[in-house]
């Protein structure tokens, strides 16, 4: 009970406050103090950890996140399922991780009453994920992985390389 109201309060410190403290290039001591508060809520937090301004990540009780990444300005991340953030993983500003969305097979259902799905997303070790990039949910990316910004990625990358477009596929080998 201690710890989730702890929880609870650390997620209300953050939404109305230290998510709106000025990113690591102007302000190190800031993103410390978010690195902070983060450890009470999500599942687990790495050294060296760099969330910037503005990230949303609803309640964030399903987020890992490894040594030395970072999630970029206003990301957004819908952990209704796990997301593992591997180490050395740079998320640049404005990327999207969803885990969940709307089945659409049935006919015979509007849209909204259609069964919701939820599958887990893993994003291997030293991968840099562009700008606006989206990454859908049940995907598992490997490491050692660039996805060019703007970028949406619908199924699991098990090869090393450059990723982009709509839907990404391989552009080059690293």
């Excluded at 978010?34 to 990540?57: E, K, P, Q």
């Excluded at 991340?77 to 049935?106: K, S, W």
């Excluded at 259609?114 to 070790?125: C, D, F, L, R, Y």
Aim: hydrophobic residues 45%; proline residues 4%; contains cysteine.
């Amino acid at each position: 009970m201690k710890n989730k109201i702890l929880k609870y309060f650390s997620l209300l410190l953050y939404y109305s406050f230290f998510k709106h403290l000025p990113s690591n290039s102007m302000c190190s001591f800031c993103v410390k103090m978010r690195c902070l508060i983060l450890r009470y809520i999500f599942a687990s937090v790495g050294y060296n950890v760099n969330v910037a301004s503005g990230v949303r990540f609803g309640l964030g009780s399903k987020v890992h996140i490894g040594n030395n990444s970072g999630i970029g300005e206003d990301s957004y991340i819908v952990a209704m399922d796990e997301v593992v953030i591997g180490n050395d993983v740079m998320i640049a500003p404005q990327v999207m991780i969803l885990t969940g969305g709307h089945e659409y097979q049935r006919p015979d259902l509007l849209l909204r009453e259609q069964k919701i799905t939820i599958a887990p997303v893993e994003i291997g070790n030293d991968c840099w994920i562009g700008a606006r990039a989206v990454i859908l949910p049940g995907v598992k990316i490997c490491s050692r992985v660039v996805i060019a910004s703007g970028a949406v990625v619908t199924k699991s990358i098990d090869s090393p390389g450059v990723y982009a477009g709509v839907p990404a596929r391989q552009v080059r080998e690293l």
